[in-house]
């Protein structure tokens, strides 16, 4: 039985052999036995030691340019395409135009200049990289006091000699300067025994770089005393920042009423989330409200404290009142929050939550007519600066979220934070029921970066370049590598406190060959992770450390072979990678044994498996782990291994953690838990840590004895503890707008409140805009968009479009759009779709379902963006078809049709990640201008929300300006945002905190006075895709089967035939 432990191994070393191929794009390394002896040659031993006891340390800063005296530069044309500086690591890519940039100003595979995929990058030719050599600059070291100038080409053979430059201890990561003198050569004395290959007081860190090796110059050898200190100090970061200060600075003029109650109603739910996901949270709290100059309580503050009863209590006493104009006395609130202690509680964590609807003084920070703020147009009447202000809290530490609510105070976060670039972080609050979760959430990232803060004096992981384009699998060459994999667990006793450490460690070896990608998909801390295959074909991923360019080779061809990361100094080389890599293995053959055992009486979708890692390496790669590829899902990482889960992490996995330290005697617990669900598997998960009494076991990943506490905290309040919940909004028959209270009957006694008047839609003059104009490929882009109809969804991905036909398409449908009238008055036959979010397949099996125009009409009733995968594609068909067949082909506006809402729900994301920001906002241009509402032969009428108390006849409609952002309320805002309520009567307050609700009397009433059959709306799920309402009356259509994913809902299309006769079609996804 062979066992991985140190008395029975050969000792090795991992050195790099210069000039040998790297066919997988990993390093080439060669292994040297105990005596130096490499298996290809021979060296003395004590040239070894030489050469590997130090590492010359990479250096991270820009390069500092000094102009040549000669003027012997480069051309011009050869600085960065990106940031114009002259590139420290150039790298050409393989876009159209071929852009060379410097590898830090790329991210992701798309070129950030004309945005188009690359499918390839290559080094620059050694011509241009000559050349380059020629800038002049200091030496990095410079601060440090070397005063060398030179060209760059010769940099590298200047640092080699500088005794300013930090070289790195292989063996126990320490940072030294030659120039520090006996230090130097007291550590190189200290440290001439050889480590060994696998070895317990010299286990490196995959996870946890944090050794300060310049404050630790003494420090020989990674002791378990040396890294329970680097662990307690981990420890401490986290628990100081969960040390949270949260002030809430709210505008309490009279609008804010629904605000200032969900703050004191939420605040029980915000402070158990914090509980249960941070196990030492602390959390005092703090309340400013502010009101305007001409109010006679113009601010209400309440200090910092620990009792949420009294935080409760006082926000009770707060009441919605004031205001005068529309601007308020952001700055007066703004000064209140300054002087608050903010070093209450010894707190790292300062956070301000500022909900608004409104700017503050001054025109510089709104952009609202002249009558809105007629008091202080010109600025604070006291002479306060807001910057300054603003300036005072960031000073002291504290971050700013700023909850938004309406688009008027859009131009004063902006201007903020143009002086304090990025500071104020903007949130999406208009809705209360999503000031819970957003305060929370907020919270949670709060402490995250006040670890990075308090850990930034520690090593940061590095930058590097993901691409996740599909390898050329017949383009790569096999290697042959080795694999040692650890046996299954015999049986738990294995993992009892006091068991035998080798029971875990036994392993078998193998070998096999191996095809990598050129690049990694994604990356951990240090370790990038690669798609690869087997030979026989089957899926798996390579997940190596991150290394250094500097130490990347060259081909025949001068490419590098491997651009997986940005210079770093990596700890993790040689014998001490390939202990990690097999402990990792180890570490997963664990959390599997475990997951079998907890799976035994679960159900399947309640079942647990781990991926099995084994370590590999071979004579052209660097070590490496190999693991089965996780199945096609969404990948989650729900908890870390210092005690923290996500907020919605299943409770499976969190009685799973528990369960594992129940069954080991408390010897350890699994944590880390991340991978992804499978309705037929359960959960599939990789890259576990262990955490355990003994530092010296289960790798970098284990945080000692305090992160078990910590976790077992955190599982007692998520598991045990009666959970807080968001209190549900109580339905009463209150309105949104001050009206009539006889209600019940709107049209008629009912007065709107006076607003702006906007000019109404009227049909432009200028000659309508065709697609020849634009030279918009109409046809062949509806027929590519049509394709993925006869490959099957398992093969579709994406439609890949050009940027500028998508221009082409917005500009012209925009001007088809502004060219029909607000208020469509259609003729049957039609058919009718509801919501599709995004799902664009199930729009196509729709379109085989109900036929294609000009064959057959549609209107759809908007929200065709958001939530799904392919809004692009979505909303690309219908604009297609619209143009194509404008009197045949219909779109109204949903909700989700507006820039605030798909700015949040996904559509934002996915234009930025496929194109860029600029093509989002063209399609927000082109939403402005949708219809709201159409009547179908004058007896049914059709919208996406619902009706409104304001839409006392169809002229209210017809007279709505476009384009237009959609109000906060009004007609508009009603027909894209209303609901019908079931348990009530009249006009009712909202759940979503937008708009109104409506009875059934209101339907009726309304169908009545309106001459109206039928109103057809959509907007919210229904399970059989269709659903009625007061008496036949009203129907919601529902065209995104299993919606998000997350609903078990049919699609429904209404077919409404020439007789007014409806009819309904199902599509199951």
């Known amino acids: ?133 020629r800038v002049n600059v200091r030496c990095p070291d410079a601060d440090s006091g070397c005063d060398w100038i030179g060209q760059k080409a010769h940099l590298e053979e200047h640092r080699g000699s500088c005794l300013q430059a930090l070289h790195r201890c292989e063996r126990c990561n320490a940072l030294l300067r030659k120039s520090d003198g006996e230090m130097f050569a007291e550590h190189h004395q200290e440290c001439q025994e050889p480590s060994s290959l696998i070895s317990k007081s010299c286990t490196s860190d995959d996870e946890l770089h944090h050794d300060d090796g310049l404050n630790n110059k003494k420090s020989c050898s990674r002791t378990a005393d040396g890294r329970r200190e680097a662990v307690e100090r981990i420890i401490s970061a986290y628990e100081q920042a969960e040390k949270i200060n949260v002030c809430f600075l709210v505008d309490c003029t009279g609008s804010m009423g629904p605000h200032i109650r969900a703050v004191k109603e939420h605040i029980r739910f915000i402070v158990y989330r914090m509980r249960a996901s941070l196990p030492s949270a602390q959390l005092y709290l703090s309340f400013v409200g502010y009101r305007d100059h001409c109010d006679q309580v113009q601010s209400e503050v309440l200090p910092f404290t620990n009792s949420v009863p009294d935080f409760e209590k006082f926000v009770e006493s707060v009441r919605a009142s004031g205001g005068g104009d529309t601007a308020e006395d952001v700055h007066g609130g703004v000064e209140e929050a300054t002087k608050l202690d903010w070093n209450t509680n010894d707190a790292a964590t300062r956070v301000l939550i500022h909900i608004a609807d409104a700017p503050g003084h001054g025109s510089k920070y709104h952009n609202l007519s002249p009558g809105s703020d007629n008091y202080h147009a010109q ?201 990690s890599l097999f402990t990792l293995s180890e570490v997963s053959a664990i959390a ?46 729900f908890s870390n291994n210092v005690g923290c889960w996500e907020p919605d992490a299943p409770k499976t996995l969190m009685e799973f953690s528990r369960f594992t330290h129940e069954v080991t005697k408390g010897h350890l617990m699994v944590v880390d838990l991340q991978g992804v669900f499978s309705a037929e598997e359960g959960w599939i998960l990789t890259d576990p840590c262990i955490l355990s009494e003994d530092l010296t076991r289960f790798g970098s990943g284990n945080m000692g004895p305090h992160a078990l506490d910590r976790s077992l905290a955190s599982l007692k309040v998520l598991l045990d503890e009666e959970p807080v919940h968001i209190p549900a909004p109580a339905a009463a028959a209150v309105s949104m707008y001050t009206r009539d209270p006889s209600l019940g009957l709107p049209w008629g006694s009912y007065k709107p409140p006076p607003r702006a008047v906007a000019t109404p839609w009227r049909p432009p003059h200028t000659p309508a805009l065709k697609p020849e104009d634009r030279e918009l490929r109409l046809d062949d882009m509806i027929s590519l968009l049509l394709a993925p109809r006869h490959s099957g969804r398992k093969n579709f991905k994406h439609v890949i479009l050009e940027e500028a036909q998508i221009t082409a398409l917005i500009e012209v449908a925009r001007d088809t759009f502004m060219r029909q009238p607000t208020l469509l008055e ?27 125009p000009p064959e057959t009409n549609y209107l759809l009733l908007g929200d065709y963006v958001d939530r799904g995968k392919h809004s692009i594609e979505v909303i690309s068909l219908l604009l297609a078809f619209k143009v194509k067949y404008p009197e045949n082909f219909f779109l109204l506006r949903g909700n989700h049709e507006c820039a605030s809402v798909n700015r949040i729900y996904g559509f934002y994301d996915e234009c930025k990640r496929r194109y860029n920001v600029k093509f989002w906002k063209r399609f927000v241009d082109l939403f402005n201008s949708l219809p709201p509402a159409a009547l179908i032969d004058s007896c049914i009428l059709c919208m996406h929300g619902g009706i409104s108390p304001e839409l006392e006849n169809f002229d209210a409609i017809r007279d709505l300006a476009r384009p237009t952002d959609v109000p906060d309320t009004g007609l508009l805002c009603d027909l894209l945002w209303s609901d019908p309520c079931s348990d009530g009567s009249g006009w009712i307050e909202p759940d979503r905190g937008v708009s109104v609700m409506f009875g059934a009397d209101i339907v009726e009433k309304f169908c009545e006075v309106m001459k109206v059959d039928l109103i057809v709306r959509a907007h919210q799920v229904v399970e059989d895709g269709y659903e009625f309402f007061a008496g036949r009356r009203l129907v919601t259509i529902f065209s995104a089967p299993k919606y998000c994913g997350e609903f078990d809902n049919v699609g429904a299309l209404l077919e409404i035939g020439e007789d007014l006769s409806c009819s309904f079609k199902i599509h199951r996804s």
């Open 1 to 133: 039985m062979l066992s991985l432990c140190m008395p029975e191994m050969r000792q090795r070393k991992v050195t790099r052999t210069p000039g040998s191929p790297s066919s997988s794009s990993l390093h080439s390394w060669v292994l040297l036995d105990e005596s130096g002896t490499e298996e290809k040659g021979q060296k003395e031993e004590k040239e070894v030691k030489s050469e590997t006891s130090w590492k010359l340390e990479p250096f991270r800063q820009d390069l500092v340019v000094v102009p040549s005296s000669s003027g012997d530069e480069p051309d011009e044309e050869l600085r960065c395409a990106v940031c114009l500086n002259w590139p420290k690591d150039p790298m050409v890519l393989g876009c159209p135009s071929e852009h060379m940039i410097c590898r830090r100003c790329l991210s992701g595979n798309l070129c950030p200049l004309d945005h188009q995929p690359f499918a390839h990058i290559r080094p620059p030719q050694r011509a241009v990289l000559t050349m380059l050599g």
């Open 379 to 579: 600025g604070d009447p006291k002479g306060r600066n807001l910057e300054e202000l603003v300036g005072k809290l960031k000073d002291n530490g504290v971050q700013y979220i700023f909850g938004h609510i309406q688009s008027n105070t859009e131009k004063m976060v902006r201007v903020l934070n143009e002086t304090f670039p990025d500071y104020i972080q903007s949130k999406e609050m208009k809705n209360t029921s999503l000031v819970a979760e957003v305060v929370a959430a907020s919270l949670h990232s709060s402490v995250s970066n006040t670890v990075s803060t308090l850990t930034s004096n520690m090593e940061a992981s590095p930058d590097i370049i993901l691409s996740s384009e599909s390898p050329d699998w017949e383009t790569i060459t096999m290697d042959l590598v080795t694999l040692r994999q650890c046996r299954p667990v015999p049986d738990v006793a294995a993992l009892y406190p006091g068991a035998d450490a080798k029971l875990t460690r036994e392993f078998d070896e193998s070998t096999v060959r191996v095809a990598v990608a050129p690049l990694p998909f994604a990356r951990g801390e240090t370790r990038a992770t690669r798609h690869a295959r087997r030979e026989d074909g089957s899926a798996v991923v390579v997940k190596h450390f991150m290394v250094p360019l500097e130490d990347e080779e060259e081909d025949e061809d001068g490419h590098h072979a491997c651009v997986a990361a940005a210079p770093t100094a990596s700890p993790v080389f040689g014998a001490n990678a390939f202990e």
């Open 592 to 637: 599997s044994f475990l997951a079998d055992e907890f799976s035994k009486t679960r159900e399947a979708k309640d079942k647990i498996r781990f991926l099995s890692s084994a370590a590999a390496w071979g004579a052209e790669v660097m070590p490496f782990n190999l693991e089965d590829a996780l199945p096609t899902g969404e990948f989650r990482r």
């Open 826 to 852: 259609l003729e049957a036959p039609i058919k009718v779709l509801g919501d599709i979010h995004g799902q664009f397949y199930d729009l196509l099996e729709f379109f085989a379902i109900g036929g294609t």
